[in-house]
């Protein structure tokens, strides 16, 4: 991308886009609200590799095992904490495929459904607050961080509702792609639900 910018600012103003990139490059460089970044990053690493993130699926699952494809709406729901709290979209898909796959597999879930579900949950990572690419990309363009943050935080949410409306309505309609848990598995007391939290 920089290569072709630099590439048409020379044939537009000649010399001056070598210095417009170098400045831009360097504003962009020295901006102390870049230093979000590696924290956001630590973050959601920690999250791995304690162990929290598969111990947050259990606990989710618990609650949406019952639903027309409740383990894909629990991918989703997870999508939308881990976003929430590491702002990577890599970090989050890896995370939540390495938890929801083997299970989906293991209850048959449609392949197709099972990929769209991994990334739709590791796209909100961008789209709900905080969100590294708002971090990076906000003072390139000039405009405050926290208003964009501010800006995302209705439609990163409406998106992920729109996913969870989406996968149980793909289960209600067509359940072959995603079938429920099989009723011999044991039932959840509420009282043990509350407890997992």
Known sequence: MILVATGFGIIQFGDVAAYQLLTKIEDTASNSILAAVPLFIFMGAMLERSGIAERLFEAIHMWTRRLPGGLGVGAIIMGTLFAASSGVVGATEAVI????????????????????????????????????????????????????????????????????????????????????????EPEVSFQEKCASQ
């Open 97 to 184: 495929g390495m938890l929801a796959i083997p299970v989906m597999l293991k209850h048959h879930y449609n392949n197709s459904l099972i990929s769209g579900t991994i990334c739709a949950s590791g796209s909100l990572g961008t789209a709900i607050p905080p969100s590294i690419t708002v971090v990076v990309l906000g003072p390139v363009a000039g405009v405050s961080v926290g208003s964009l943050f501010s800006g995302l935080l209705i439609p990163g949410f409406l998106m992920a509702a729109m996913f969870l409306i989406y996968i149980i309505g793909v289960a209600y309609l067509k359940p072959a792609m995603a079938p429920r848990v099989e009723e011999s």
